[in-house]
């Protein structure tokens, strides 16, 4: 059985930083791109970034180069979102998604497809 569990979650004021952390069980992990999702308020759910198994990473969206991260330890089946320098327009709720389709051409990552979702965490910042 897949399980993702999201946690790290919280209330932060504009500036602040917060670590996220994914948690998966039930699939083969080290084989297995993650990406991370976020749904504010009202609105469609939207890409952040992705990781794949031997830790290239591409971002989905550009308003979080610079500030956010992201890393994988493959031996403990976990992803950890890193957010720095976070923002009112970041708060939503974050979830993490197994890939199902990925490429990489001369040597660019993306991800395309994605399975199994977890519950997410809610992350809320203040002005």
């Known amino acids: 059985q897949v399980q993702l569990v999201e946690s790290g979650g919280g209330l932060v004021k504009s500036g602040e930083s917060l670590r996220l952390s994914c948690a998966a069980s039930?699939?083969?992990?080290?084989?297995?791109?993650i990406a991370w999702f976020r749904q504010a308020p009202g609105k469609e759910r939207e890409g952040v970034l992705c990781?794949?198994?031997?830790?290239?990473?591409?971002f989905l969206t550009d308003s979080v180069q610079g500030r956010f991260s992201v890393s994988r330890d493959n031996a403990e089946n976990t992803v950890t979102l890193e957010m720095n320098d976070l923002r009112p327009e970041d708060t939503g709720v974050y979830s993490c998604?197994?890939?199902?389709?990925?490429?990489?051409?001369?040597?660019?990552?993306?991800?395309?497809?994605?399975?199994?979702w977890g519950q997410g965490t809610q992350v809320t910042v203040s002005s």
């Open positions: 990781i794949d198994k031997g830790g290239r990473v591409a």
């Open positions: 998604a197994t890939t199902l389709r990925e490429r990489w051409n001369d040597g660019v990552y993306k991800c395309e497809e994605f399975g199994y």
């Open positions: 039930g699939f083969t992990f080290d084989r297995t791109g």
